[in-house]
């Protein structure tokens, strides 16, 4: 046999195990409800979690998991918010209905194999930990604890030097108990005085690549580039050309630029030029933690060289925006005492990315005090639109009605207080969107993007409101282009969901059913795109499935699953195909 079919790649890594507590014994009483209680929790909670940390679900074994992360950081915060989602959703069960889980994450050297599972030592300590974890809690190894210090501050206790079962040296373990954890974020090291409070980004200039000096202005093309779409963000406070060029050729550590800058994230980047071709790579760091927040490498062809800027320039800003708005809404988790409408802000964009009814509605109060605290700043009215219309698409508030008024008037009131900002202008759009008032939302939508060319809510929301006016075709390259441009938006399932349908009512079904089956994997068990797959399946005679996907949606929850509501100004007959595709298909199903 070829020795390179054994071949296995190497690499330092935090591993994260996580077991679900008296698995054996629940299985015996209650079987059914306990393997669906597993897969609620590993898929609706520890997955998305591992997602938002950069990390990767390896596999789940019956009653258990194995994830891997690049930074133990990202783990121990995942670990965390696991932790803490699991034992919030466990009060909302009928009593014996939740789970515990315990968790144990190590640092050291796997071994990865080449269909992606993970073996060694370090790996098998990581379970031992898991092992000694008390229900509910996370263990540590002192690797991992080392890297905590000076970025994160949790009450670990130190519980000494213990002996692990199969681990030849005697292992330093730190716990962290159930009772230790909140739905909070953990805090962070405290940042130093010179930081601005709100977020604040320095480009740095990419790195010219090419060995050849002549091509030392496309890169810093690129560089400008980036900073103007950046400035158009009014949220965020991008340094200006001089300050970051005056790091040009410098060899500085991230760290250090950040802290003589006074910003909170860096981006850097390189270019590498070969004849019509050309590879530009660019990393957004977080300087406290000098952690990766987001990487990615575009290759293209040289055919006009400003518009190919415009547009890297375009894709780079519109990618790391959300992700910078999904760190600051961590970030204001981290403060709950501050009482700045900014903080409360950032504590509320916390509990909105979490998508879930609940988070929604502490979200929602959240932006109401904000707006208390400051009732002239934008902010809080663009995230209270943004909550309202969540609430009423998704069926999760007391009256849609309601909500939708109250989100309509509150992204007026964003415009009034700030005209220039696309949030405002987006914040008016997608209420008015799910109000089935398009008109209006078109014109709010392309008013954003005429401020921010890269904004990708600008472009998703345009294709939304195309959507619900009945042109499919028109909603589906400003839907694909937002979705390229943010291709890792907690509400990706969403905009899935909608290019889905704008497929389908334009004629095509196979996009349609491939789009949809994207929105599930985001969304597993999502009542309306599980809809879509029954009609798609139904259109191109795929019973089977059709079949699988109908008795998915009759076991699955109803919640965020009123078709009417996510499609309120789409042509009635739209959603009555949908329905009585799946009615179809089950009515057979039930007499044939």
Known sequence: MDRQEHRVERRLAAILAADVVGASGRMEADEAGTLSAIRTTMSEIIEPAASRHRGRMVKTMGDGALLEFASPVEAVLCAVEAQAGVAEWAEHQPEGGGIQLRMGINLGDILISADGDIFGDSVNIAVRLESIAD??????????YDELEGKLLLPFEDRGEQRLKNIARPIRVYALRSGDISAREPKA???????????????????NLSGDPEQEYFADGITDDII????????????????????????????????????????????????????????????????SLWAERYDRDVCDILVLQDQVAEEVAGAIE????????????????????????????WEFHKIRPESHRRARELFLKAIEVESNSADGYIWLARVEAGLAAYGWGNDPEVSLQSGMEAGLKAVELDEKNPYSHYAVAVTHVFGGECDTAIEAARRALSLSPSFALGHLILGAAC????????????????????????????????????????????????????????????????????????????IPQARSAASQVRSASASGGDLARLLPGSIPAWVNQIEQAVREVLENEQYG
Request: with cysteine; proline share 7%; hydrophobic share 40%.
């Open 467 to 542: 959507l619900h006016s009945g042109r499919p075709q028109d909603a589906i390259e400003p839907l694909e282009h937002g979705l390229r441009l943010s291709p890792f938006d907690p509400q990706n399932f969403t905009w899935l969901f909608l290019l889905s349908v704008a497929y389908i009512f334009s004629g095509n079904p196979e996009a349609g059913l491939s789009t949809a089956r994207r929105a599930l994997s985001l969304r597993p068990h999502w009542v309306p795109a599980l809809k879509i797959v029954v009609l798609c399946c139904t259109l191109l005679g795929d």
């Open 228 to 291: 103007t779409a950046l400035a158009k963000d009014r949220w965020l406070f991008v340094t200006a050309r001089s300050s970051s060029f005056a790091f040009k050729g410098k060899a500085i550590e991230t760290e250090q630029v950040a802290r003589r800058l006074g910003v909170r994230y860096i981006l850097s980047g390189s270019v590498r030029r070969s004849g019509s071709h050309v590879r530009i790579s660019a990393q957004l760091t977080e300087a406290e933690t000098g952690g």
């Open 189 to 207: 090291a405290r940042p130093s005085p010179n930081r601005t409070d709100k977020p604040s980004i320095a480009v740095l200039p990419f790195t």
């Open 322 to 349: 959300p992700e910078l708005l999904k760190k600051e809404g961590q970030r204001g988790a981290e403060r709950p005492q501050s009482l700045s409408a900014w903080d409360l802000v950032r504590r509320g964009m």
């Open 135 to 144: 229900p509910g809690g996370i263990c540590i190894s002192g690797k991992v």
